[in-house]
């Protein structure tokens, strides 16, 4: 086992684990992680602590808070490291790909199947799936918000940064992610008393957004791609904001039926929530658009750990980053539960109002678990496609 020395400040090439036992096991963790990030963190927490004491409790604690303060998806991110710390650089290259894999390869499958021309009992199985996706989205942000109130320095403030986050993603989807960045530099600016100049460090980002917005095509693409991988902020689900404006309204890649589906594989596939930017990809160019999407938003992920892991320990302790997350993260929460309006309002069919009442019921009364309500809502949708129910 390691020491309880610094857990972020060597190279992690002291751990002798080999590239075939890395991708063994970080490809058995994305062929089984279904649950989404909880479910990854757990699965990690068992292989690298528990059975293999590859890393101590504190060490995989701190890659955790550090992995927290980073935008794009965490438990991706804890993946990367996790097998850097005990591979080095390639087994990190190696331990993500091999997380990330499945559950993308599993999803362009999917996708290819939704989005062709799939028989009627598929189409009903999206409808049903696709209904559920509105309250999946209202359990995950209210499931962030007591770590997220209880770590806030002035509750008025997260408050008022939630509630921005909410109407930007009810009202100006692909605009959101100027809204996260701007309560993440104006909590920066409360605290320092100094931060005028720190934002204008963000002023390219309308730039890169309107010169996407105008040019569309691959652009286009890679630019929704990169808000998801790398300026999503407090959870894999905020990136459905960031993406649903653009996939369906601006671009018309997708309709708001096949965009719901689109999310609820994302949800009822293993592996990290991210990808379903890969079935948006899908939509627009087949499946190297899917691939290049990936590409794009998995791309920083690898980038931060490559780059930046030896100063995960400061990471953790830097008061700017903290403050950016403080104003940030409740932003995000905001938005994911907010998004929750769009979602709803894109049902075309009556009785896909009804398998939203019922997955309400389910997530938020009953606490049942996601993928199995999805699958409950996707068997009810094939249920009433046999029975000649109207399909979106």
């Known amino acids: 086992m390691r020491g309880d020395g610094d857990a972020m400040s060597d190279g992690g090439g002291a751990a002798s684990v080999g590239l075939r036992e890395v991708a063994l096991q970080w490809g058995r963790i994305g062929c089984t992680g279904f649950g989404g990030p909880p479910a990854h963190i757990a699965l990690l927490r068992q292989l690298c602590v528990d059975r293999k004491a590859w890393l101590t409790d504190t060490e995989f604690e701190d890659a955790v808070a550090a992995c927290n303060l980073l935008p794009g998806p965490a438990s991706t991110q804890l993946a990367i490291f996790c097998a850097w710390r005990v591979a080095g650089p390639i087994g990190a290259l190696a331990g993500g790909a091999t997380f990330i894999l499945p559950g993308l390869v599993m999803i362009l499958v999917l996708a290819a199947v939704f989005l062709g021309s799939p028989p009627d009992w598929v189409r009903g199985a999206g409808a049903g799936a696709g209904a559920a996706v509105a309250a999946v989205a209202v359990r995950a942000g209210i499931g962030l918000v007591p770590e997220s109130w209880r770590r806030s320095v002035s509750h008025w403030r997260w408050v008022v940064y939630a509630v921005l986050g909410a109407v930007a993603a009810a009202t100006v989807g692909p605009w959101l992610v100027l809204v996260l960045l701007g309560c993440g530099a104006v909590e920066v600016a409360w605290r320092l008393r100094a931060g005028g100049d720190r934002l204008a460090d963000h002023a390219w980002l309308p730039l890169a957004a309107a010169v996407a917005t105008v040019t569309g095509g691959l652009l286009a693409l890679v630019w929704v791609a990169f808000k998801v991988g790398a300026l999503a902020y407090g959870g894999g689900f905020v990136i459905i904001p960031l993406m649903q404006a653009d996939a369906v309204d601006a671009y018309h890649w997708m309709t708001n039926t096949e965009f719901l589906n689109a999310v609820a ?37 690898f980038s931060f750990v490559l780059l930046g892991a030896q100063r995960f320990d400061t990471l953790r302790h830097n008061h700017v980053m903290r403050a950016f997350f403080g104003g940030a993260g409740p932003a995000a929460i905001g938005a994911i539960i907010g998004v929750a309006i769009p979602l709803a309002l894109a049902l075309d069919e009556w009785w896909q109002l009804g398998v939203l009442a019922g997955a309400a019921m389910a997530l938020l009364v009953l606490r049942r678990g996601v993928v199995l309500t999805l699958l409950a809502a996707g068997a009810l949708g094939v249920v009433g496609s046999l029975l000649g129910a109207p399909l979106p």
Do not use: I, K
Not at 266 to 290: F, H, I, K, L, S
């Open 265 to 301: 594989l994302g949800q009822v596939t293993p592996g990290p929530v991210t990808q379903t930017v890969a079935v948006v990809g899908y939509a627009a160019y087949g499946v190297d658009g899917g691939l290049l999407a990936a590409v794009v938003a998995f791309a920083p992920s």
